[in-house]
């Protein structure tokens, strides 16, 4: 496995996994259990938008993960005009990111609601989604030697091997480069000659109510757990 990139929100990364497992981890990342606003009771709303669409936007909204949050409690109460902000949200759990508009009042109008939230996953509805994952081959891509200097200007940081008049760059960063090498071929009227690696490069991103690495181990946790249980219920029947 070689680390590519890794911060709080996001984790990228080349390893040798077969597509099939990577693609299981992938679609277990909605069986992570993640707190979201659940009912919103809206006691006064002069915005120009519908109850149900603040709702949906309340709901949607990433708020902060831990031990007490599914018994938490969330309060909005605004009667300046401007944007109302997650900001404006109060109460626990925390909401992960400030600064996402809800509605706009005018002077003289007024928005308030309570809320409640719950423990869900992102297969029952997208607002207890932590985040997404995808992958992609690792490759190399062998062109003219002509074309160097070009591969080079457009990807500074480039592993490019030189090989009998011809160069051979491995795509296995976070920036794609397959499709912009075979581009620069076309130009010219010239092909490159791509062949996959042994690899998928994985990019795992988080919405901010886990960071992007734990997200990938509850992924993979949650699938073990279900897995044994697979096995249990077949020793069973057998």
């Known amino acids: ?27 277990y990342i909605g069986q992570i259990p ?32 831990d031990k007490s949050a599914e018994k938490g409690k969330l309060k909005l109460n605004v009667k ?6 997650s900001s404006d949200i109060k109460g626990h759990p925390e909401v992960v990111y400030k600064t996402i508009p809800i509605t706009m009042l005018d002077k003289g109008q007024e ?14 509805h997208a607002k207890f989604s932590p985040g997404i994952m995808f992958y992609r081959d690792a490759t190399e891509i062998t062109m003219d030697r002509e ?3 070009e591969v080079k200007k457009i990807f ?3 592993e490019i091997k030189e090989k009998a008049g011809k160069i051979v760059i491995i795509d296995d960063k976070k920036r794609e480069m397959t499709d912009v090498c075979e581009g620069i ?19 795992i991103e988080s919405f901010g109510q886990l960071d992007a690495k734990d997200m990938f181990k509850e992924a993979i946790d949650v699938l073990k757990k279900d897995l044994a249980s697979v096995e249990k219920a077949i020793d069973k029947a057998l």
């Open 1 to 27: 496995m070689k680390l590519i990139e890794k911060t709080k929100d996001q984790l990228v990364f080349a390893a040798e996994i077969d597509e099939s497992i990577a693609n299981a981890i992938r679609r």
């Open 34 to 65: 993640i707190i979201a606003v659940d009912e919103l009771e809206i006691s006064r709303n002069d915005s120009p938008l519908y109850d149900e669409t603040i709702a949906h936007r309340v709901g949607l909204i990433p708020l902060k993960m």
């Open 80 to 85: 300046r005009d401007g944007f109302v902000y």
């Open 111 to 124: 928005l308030e609601f309570t809320a409640t939230v719950k423990l869900g996953k992102g297969v029952e």
């Open 147 to 149: 074309f160097l200097d």
């Open 156 to 158: 500074p940081g480039a």
């Open 185 to 203: 071929c076309i130009k010219k009227k010239k092909k490159a000659e791509i062949t996959k690696k042994n690899e998928l490069v994985i990019t």
